[in-house]
Structure formats: C-alpha cells, structure tokens
C-alpha cells in the first residue's frame, strides 16, 4: 500500500470516529437529565397519640409573606429554623390575601405542632383555616408587615391533648 493510500485510509478512520464520537456526545448532552431514583416528599406523616410529646425538629413549618416587606418569609424561616423547627416551603401569598402580624393557616387548632408554632409567634397570632388553597407542607404561617420577631416565651416541645396526625420531615436517609 503506497504511502498515499495509507494516510487517506487513517484520515479516514479518524474522520469516522470523530462523527461517531460528536453524535454520541451531542446525544448525552441534549438527553434529559435522569429522575431522582427515590421521590422524596416534604412532608412525612407521623401519628401522635393523645399524651405524646412532640418535640420542635418533629414539625415542619412553611412561610409565606402577606406583606410588603421583601424577604420577610425568608427571615422568619430562618428564625424558625434557629428554634429547631424544620424548614419547609417559603414564599409569598396570594396577592387577596391580608395579615397584620401573622396567622397560622390550618385544619387543626389543637395540633400540638400547630400549637408549639404558635408559641414561638407570640400574642396576637390567629390560628384560623386557610382562606385560600395553598401548596405548601407542614404548619403554614402566613406573616404580614407587623410582625417584628419571634416570641421569647416559645416552647420546645408540647405534649399532644388529641390524637392526630403532624406533617414532619422526611427521615435524614432520604432528605435530599
């Protein structure tokens, strides 16, 4: 084979691999990427018998702001989190939606979850049912301009007064 010959025949082998090599590469890039392997929810449903203590890293808060003020849901997330609660979702409410200082957004008044919260936001605060439908996990409080700060007088644990079911959050094994 003449040396012409064999340098068309190795530029041709090269030109071959290269396209095999950007099709395969273009392919894995363009692909989605794959799903998670375990679908890990927000919350986890834990009972709680009548008696029981629950204790603030058992319940999983979410904030929303009602207010003007910018990063009002995120600050009092954080103080929260200080606390030992677990965080859950942070936004802003619904724009029909209108709070003084706070309210605590639920099903279940006497949710020793829903009570322990609500220790920690101090006098003042309603517990009422969601006005509006939301998305959020866990005990939903809803903080509008007037709230300044967390209550000294919160409480670390509560002890259950009905049996019920609080929204905790997931297991460390399969947080994300």
């Known amino acids: 084979m003449s040396q012409a010959a064999r340098t068309a025949t190795t530029l041709l082998v090269l030109l071959a691999l290269l396209v095999v090599g950007l099709a395969w590469g273009w392919s894995a890039a363009t692909s989605p990427l794959p799903e998670s392997a375990v679908e890990v929810d927000d919350c986890t449903s834990t009972e709680v018998s009548e008696g029981d203590t629950v204790q603030?890293?058992?319940?999983?808060?979410?904030?929303?702001?009602?207010?003007?003020?910018?990063?009002?849901?995120?600050?009092?997330?954080?103080?929260?989190v200080e606390q030992g609660f677990a965080a859950g979702d942070r936004g802003n409410a619904p724009d029909s939606v209108t709070v003084g200082k706070a309210q605590i957004w639920t099903d279940e008044p006497n949710s020793p979850a829903v009570r322990l919260v609500q220790s920690w936001l101090g006098r003042g605060v309603e517990v009422v049912p969601a006005p509006v439908t939301t998305t959020v996990s866990g005990v939903v409080v809803v903080v509008g301009d007037d709230f300044r700060d967390l209550s000294s007088a919160g409480r670390d644990k509560a002890t259950s007064k009905v049996a019920t079911t609080i929204c905790s959050p997931p297991p460390p094994e399969l947080a994300s």
């Open 56 to 80: 603030v890293d058992q319940v999983l808060v979410s904030v929303l702001n009602a207010g003007k003020r910018s990063g009002l849901a995120s600050r009092t997330m954080q103080l929260l």
